[in-house]
């Protein structure tokens, strides 16, 4: 089973931000290779963080040397390959990992896409799940299977294709 913890920072619009964050943690992980997980006796747990530009800017110089705030960042628990393996832990708890994401970049990048700001949290968030399963985007063998399984997971929560509009991959 999945068990999403959310931490709601002020700043956020109002939405009902736990049910949009389990949605969307299920609904990628339901589209991926270990849909298992939504299902099997072991917990895996993804925890969610709401939070501002200045936050998400000092994680970011922090953990990936970018001085500037990014929309969302992943912060995996588990190595890629040893997932599966995971779930014979002695309290049958898997710690998948945390997903931050930054107030202002995430209303801006809305705006300029026409969308709601839950709709792109939630795609922000499914991009997320998918880092924390091992997909990586940066590789571009890599980059164009990740999009497919976004798109199909945000079609299974009722938000359009976000790549629709590429003529490319990344």
């Not at 939405?15 to 964050?21: D, G, K, Q, R, V």
């Not at 963080?49 to 001085?67: C, G, I, M, P, W």
Request: hydrophobic share 45%; net charge negative.
């Amino acid at each position: 089973m999945i068990e999403v913890a959310l931490l709601h920072e002020q700043g956020w619009p109002g939405t009902e931000w736990e049910t949009l964050a389990e949605r969307a943690v299920a609904a990628a992980i339901g589209h991926s290779p270990y849909a298992a997980f939504l299902t099997d006796a072991a917990t895996y747990e993804v925890a969610v963080k709401l939070t501002s530009d200045e936050e998400v800017h000092q994680l970011n110089r922090a953990y990936r040397d970018k001085d500037r705030p990014t929309n969302v960042l992943s912060f995996p628990m588990v190595q890629h390959d040893l997932l599966e393996a995971t779930a014979n832990t002695d309290d049958g708890e898997v710690l998948l990992g945390d997903i931050v994401l930054a107030e202002g970049v995430c209303a801006r990048e809305a705006a300029e896409k026409g969308l709601s700001v839950a709709d792109h949290a939630a795609h922000l968030i499914v991009h997320g799940t998918f880092h924390l399963l091992g997909y990586d985007h940066m590789v571009d063998a890599e980059a164009e299977a990740m999009e497919a399984l976004e798109t199909r997971a945000l079609d299974s929560l009722g938000i359009a294709d976000p790549y629709g509009d590429r003529e490319t991959g990344v």
